[in-house]
């Protein structure tokens, strides 16, 4: 009865979820019949293939499947999937889903995955009931798409948010039994050391001991670099992440096995005047060694050093060589544990370095901004104007928050392009998000907007700009208000530059002022 109404009924091909799912699905049952069709073992090259088409084909259902799901059920009654941040991060996400069924499937027919006999057994009544679920779905959706694609009943509703739930369950009995999952403790030293990592690489880029266009290129030195800095970082901090005076079990993890090693750097480093203590930070970056390195306190004189403050220490009495000494000791030293880090901890360190680099990396313009603002005349621009009535019209409370109390004209209605980097706000004074209101937390950083100087969230500044005031060229980290308005500024400013091009001066601003 279903195939004939089927054939009478099915909907047209289309955009809409629902259709898109009849179509995937229908496509699914016919690989199906196929496999079921002939035996597997008198044509193994055959059945190989249509296996291979079947859980392609799966994954595709499966995608649907989860943007109906997403459509439909509101956010706030789906199952949770907080769970996920203790799976390895290639198993996080959707885009398992269709392994998952496949793996599900197998286990319900009597299968058992490789090595992991026991664990199958006790996942086989989960993928038997999950199966019965999924075939439910499935019913149940075909025949809402011969009814009407762009309709979902609330029974429909009812029937997919009871899938949602019985998914979450067996997604995360499978992932857990048949891989590796943190606990979490190891997940919460995972997670601090990652914040030590992006604190470090945030300083080094302000002292400029790195680039922005290392950070851009994902320069492989870097991958070495930030482990290194990171331990000279968090031993300046003060009640920090390397508070060596708390008990070693306080440590993360990585660093447990070098206690002794860390207490003789904090010495060491104690005796260091900053400039030397900068060196050694741009040779931890550089991988070059302090020996080649000439210092500045080669040439320094006693009274240059001597302050009203300055007592007798250690480094009165040694000479440029020694220092140097020290120095070179401090770098292997440093070297040493962080190198031992990266081959004991490697992929936990991948994935530091990754959260590392998106946390502290802009994102890409599309390539029409960056050319519009790379322009001669942006660069140089100082006081050029754009008409305010126009559709990009800036209100004078915006124009304050975007562009700062000095971009105004006498008049206080001409919006100018900032030319001067903002003040920001400092961290301890914001506990929200300046757009979402969003309380931060130790997942939910701060971030400043380049432009404006406020704090926002990383959802809140995911957007960057190529700002005329910044010493580098490769763009920075601006929130959505002040993306919008600069972006909007860039352009009226280009075109006005273009057409009042070879006029003098007095006649393009009659020109701007009359239009």
Request: glycine residues 2%; contains cysteine.
């Given at each position: 009865m279903f ?6 009924f099915?909907?047209k ?13 229908l496509?699914?049952?016919r690989?199906?019949?196929?496999l ?10 055959r059945?190989q293939?249509l296996?291979e088409?079947l859980?392609k084909?799966?994954?595709r ?12 059920v509101?956010e706030?009654?789906r ?6 941040d203790?799976?390895?991060e290639e198993?996080r996400?959707?885009h398992m889903?269709?392994p998952?069924w ?9 299968s058992s ?5 026991s664990?199958s ?15 439910s ?13 762009a309709c ?5 509703v009812?029937t ?13 009995s499978?992932v857990?039994r048949m891989?590796p ?8 030293q995972?997670?601090i050391t990652t914040?030590?990592?992006s ?10 001991v790195?680039?922005e266009?290392q ?11 930030i482990p290194?800095?990171s331990i ?5 901090q ?8 708390k008990d070693?079990s306080c440590?993360?993890v990585y660093?447990?096995?070098?206690v ?5 750097i904090?010495h ?7 400039e ?8 931890l ?6 020996l ?7 040439n320094?004189?006693?009274t ?6 300055d007592?007798?220490t250690?480094t ?8 140097r000494?020290v120095?070179q000791?401090?770098?292997?030293s440093?070297?040493s544990i962080a190198d ?5 901890h490697?992929?936990?360190?991948r994935?530091?370095?990754?959260h590392?680099f998106?946390?502290?990396q ?19 621009i100082t006081s050029?104007?754009i008409?305010p009535?126009?559709?990009e ?5 915006s124009?304050h ?5 000095d971009?105004c004209g ?20 914001a506990?929200r998000?300046?757009s979402c ?12 907007c380049r432009y ?9 500044t ?7 005031f910044?010493?580098t060229?490769?763009p ?9 308005q600069?972006?909007?500024?860039v352009?009226?400013t280009?075109?006005?530059?273009t057409?009042t091009?070879?006029e003098p ?10 239009s």
């Amino acid at each position: 009865m279903f195939s004939l109404r089927s054939i009478f009924f099915r909907p047209k091909k289309s955009d809409y979820p629902l259709a898109r799912f009849f179509y995937a699905d229908l496509e699914l049952r016919r690989i199906t019949n196929d496999l079921d069709s002939f035996d597997g073992n008198k044509e193994p090259q055959r059945c190989q293939k249509l296996i291979e088409k079947l859980r392609k084909t799966q994954q595709r259902v499966m995608e649907v499947l989860w943007t109906i799901v997403r459509t439909c059920v509101l956010e706030e009654t789906r199952a949770s999937r907080q769970y996920r941040d203790k799976f390895p991060e290639e198993l996080r996400g959707d885009h398992m889903s269709g392994p998952l069924w496949f793996g599900a499937e197998c286990l319900a027919a009597g299968s058992s995955v490789l090595n992991h006999e026991s664990e199958s057994d006790e996942l086989r009544p989960l993928a038997r009931h999950i199966t019965k679920v999924m075939e439910s779905v499935r019913t149940k959706l075909r025949e809402q798409c011969l009814r009407d694609v762009a309709c979902y009943p609330e029974e429909l509703v009812d029937t997919l948010r009871w899938f949602d739930y019985n998914w979450a369950e067996f997604e995360f009995s499978y992932v857990s039994r048949m891989c590796p999952v943190k606990s979490t403790e190891e997940l919460y030293q995972q997670h601090i050391t990652t914040i030590l990592f992006s604190e470090t690489t945030a300083e080094a880029l302000k002292e400029r001991v790195i680039t922005e266009e290392q950070m851009s290129s994902y320069d492989p030195v870097l991958m070495l670099a930030i482990p290194r800095l990171s331990i000279l970082c968090g031993l300046e901090q003060e009640d920090g992440l390397l508070d060596l005076n708390k008990d070693a079990s306080c440590l993360p993890v990585y660093f447990r096995p070098h206690v002794t090693s860390l207490i003789e750097i904090k010495h060491s480093l104690s005796n260091l005047t900053p400039e030397e203590v900068t060196v050694l930070k741009q040779c931890l970056a550089s991988s070059l060694d302090p020996l080649q390195t000439e210092t500045e306190t080669d040439n320094e004189t006693e009274t240059d050093i001597e302050t009203e403050e300055d007592i007798e220490t250690e480094t009165d009495t040694q000479t440029p060589s020694q220092r140097r000494d020290v120095l070179q000791c401090l770098y292997l030293s440093v070297s040493s544990i962080a190198d031992q880090m990266i081959t004991n901890h490697a992929k936990d360190l991948r994935q530091m370095l990754h959260h590392t680099f998106k946390m502290n990396q802009p994102f890409e313009l599309s390539e029409d901004v960056i050319m519009v603002a790379k322009t001669d005349e942006i660069r140089q621009i100082t006081s050029t104007c754009i008409e305010p009535s126009t559709s990009e019209e800036i209100t004078a409370e915006s124009r304050h928050h975007v562009l700062g109390p000095d971009s105004c004209g006498e008049d206080g209605n001409i919006p100018q392009i900032r030319q001067e980097p903002p003040t920001w706000v400092p961290d301890s004074e914001a506990s929200r998000c300046s757009s979402c209101d969003d309380t931060f937390t130790l997942l939910k950083r701060k971030h400043h907007c380049r432009y404006c100087g406020q704090i926002f969230c990383q959802s809140c500044t995911a957007k960057s700009a190529v700002l005329n005031f910044t010493k580098t060229k490769s763009p920075v980290r601006v929130c959505d208000g002040c993306y919008d308005q600069y972006t909007s500024l860039v352009a009226a400013t280009s075109s006005t530059t273009t057409t009042t091009q070879g006029e003098p001066s007095s006649s393009a601003h009659s020109s701007v002022s009359t239009s």
